[in-house]
């Protein structure tokens, strides 16, 4: 028989969606090696210019204009809404997903990005195709731009997104709840003692890291300045992402910091720092939430990107694994709250009961028996 080819289609809108899906890949890659698994970025220049083109102005629209994201996001949620965007999204990207499908002719389709999922569904409505799609969700909120007509197999975080979709008509036997896949290399880590003497911080260190995600925004600067008001020297870790400007001002900020730091661009270590820390201050993503929920981190959650982000936020404090910060409210008050090792035992407990570390095992098994 011949190898199982796998197309997995994803999209750069900060790094989640692409984490998900190298996941989701890896653990493919170990249960079927014979397997020709092929990732492509949906969004990429090198994809399609008129995909990136939407994605630069996505992300402009982030910083600068926010509100009218969130107006867009509630819009889109609707049913009427959501089938509008989603048809639309649709018959634009109808021919990259067709030239896609004609150079690698995948026997099954899984995407981790609803744009994708959207042109996919349609090549099969216009093509009367029996192609196997999955798709995973990587939010803790189900939003109607992720339910496409024509999919399988739907990976979903959470079991009141199941009953929501169920609502609406879904068959159960498409809808599966494993949650968001995280990388399986995060329980191989060593314990948070040996952890730190490899990257030589003291293990009486009160450590904190500081994300803003892949995109390098959520505030750090802010941040910063107010952890300089904490008298108590803290180490901190801090990851700028793909942001060359936030790197170099936090350079400089060390320079003068009573605090101790080590900064980072974007960094294939970030697992290792995430358990090295005995808290984590970042925007609420939902695949940096369910990393800290496998490693039992407890989270100080601010600056949301309006709609999807704040709904993960709203898991996370509801579920007693992090606070959230909002607007108005002081960040070093809530830091010195957490610290107390009460709290952070009680809320690193409370993250581990969030955590599905075997969702992308799960997931990789589902799609190979598809």
């Known amino acids: 028989m011949s190898a199982k080819k796998i197309l997995i289609l994803t999209a750069s809108i900060g790094s989640g969606h692409i984490k998900a899906a190298e996941a989701v890949a890896r653990e493919l890659a170990s249960q079927d090696p014979e397997a020709q698994i092929a990732a492509v970025d949906f969004m990429a220049r090198s994809t399609a210019w008129g995909h990136w083109l939407i994605k630069r102005v996505y992300l402009e629209m982030l910083r600068f204009v926010p509100n009218l994201y969130d107006v ?30 004609k150079k690698y002719t995948p026997d099954i389709v899984i995407c981790t990005h609803p744009f994708p999922a959207a042109a996919a569904s349609l090549w099969k409505e216009q093509n009367n195709s029996s192609l196997p799609l999955a798709v995973v969700m990587t939010d803790y909120s189900l939003h109607q731009v992720w339910l496409c007509p024509r999919v399988d197999s739907y990976f979903m975080a959470t079991d009141s997104m199941r009953q929501a979709m169920e ?38 260190d009160k450590v904190i890291l500081l994300m803003g995600g892949g995109l390098g925004l959520g505030g750090i600067e802010h941040t910063l300045e107010a952890l300089e008001t904490i008298e108590e020297t803290l180490t901190l870790l801090v990851i700028t992402g793909r942001n060359a400007d936030l790197l170099n001002r936090a350079s400089a900020f060390a320079e003068t910091s009573h605090h ?81 090792d009460d709290t952070l035992a009680r809320m690193g407990s409370q993250a581990l009961a969030c955590a599905k570390p075997q969702a992308s095992s799960q997931i990789a098994a589902a799609l190979l028996r598809m």
Not at 88 to 96: E, K, T
Not at 176 to 201: A, C, F, H, N
């Open 72 to 101: 867009f996001y509630k819009v889109s949620g609707g049913e009427a809404g959501g089938s509008l965007a989603q048809k639309s999204v649709a018959c634009f990207m109808l021919p990259v997903f067709a030239r896609l499908y």
């Open 167 to 204: 609502r609406q008509g879904f068959a159960d036997k498409e809808l599966q709840v494993t949650g968001i896949p995280v990388s399986s290399q995060l329980q191989q880590l060593p314990d948070k003692d040996s952890m730190r003497q490899e990257l030589g911080v003291d293990r009486k």
């Open 260 to 340: 101790r730091l080590h900064i980072w661009g974007y960094t294939d270590e970030a697992h290792k720092l995430m358990r090295v820390a005995d808290m984590l201050i970042t925007k609420p993503g939902a695949l940096t939430i369910s990393e800290a929920f496998v490693l039992g981190l407890p989270m100080l959650l601010h600056d949301p990107i309006p709609g999807p982000e704040t709904e993960n936020a709203v898991y996370a404090t509801k579920n007693g694994a992090a606070l959230w910060l909002h607007p108005g409210e002081k960040l070093a008050p809530a830091v010195l709250e957490m610290l107390n």
